[in-house]
């Protein structure tokens, strides 16, 4: 169900931005993972009639946090694909040589590569670890109210 909505909301969010000529926040990404998170941490609570645990938060964050470098991954190798397949080229599995050879252009090393995501990671999970709490309480008081 997260990585539905969190496509969904990737797609939404670049085609307003394209539509609209006008460039996306740095924030954006963590909007769009606590939007993707909704539901999930609804569900949870309509199962569980309850606010997850500290363990449970733990174990959702990190999954978060790994759907996220995935998620991003898969999209950026669709992104360059397509991009080669309209615009020339024809290795589409060399894209991740690509991006290193890109981020080396622009004086980043693979190593400054893999820290960024692993930051974008880590970030993902602060957030999903932090609005958990908040959305299941959110969930529980709608639950209870109805």
């Not at 670049?14 to 926040?25: D, K, Q």
């Not at 893999?114 to 880590?122: D, K």
Request: proline share 4%; glycine share 8%.
């Amino acid at each position: 169900m997260f990585s539905g909505i969190y496509l969904l909301c990737v797609f939404l969010a670049v085609g307003a931005s394209l539509v609209l000529n006008f460039e996306l926040p740095s924030a954006m990404g963590i909007i769009i993972v606590i939007a993707a998170m909704a539901p999930v941490v609804q569900k949870f609570v309509g199962d569980h009639r309850r606010v997850p645990t500290l363990g449970e938060r733990t174990t959702l964050s990190s999954g978060i946090g790994v759907a996220v470098i995935i998620l991003n991954l898969g999209l950026a190798a669709v992104f360059f694909y397509v991009a080669k397949v309209f615009f020339g080229g024809a290795n589409p599995f060399a894209y991740f040589q690509e991006l290193l050879d890109m981020a080396a252009r622009d004086g980043f090393s693979a190593p400054v590569v893999l820290a960024g995501l692993a930051a974008i990671s880590f970030l993902s999970w602060l957030a999903a670890f932090f609005y958990v709490p908040f959305g299941a309480r959110a969930a529980l008081k709608r639950l209870s109210a109805s």
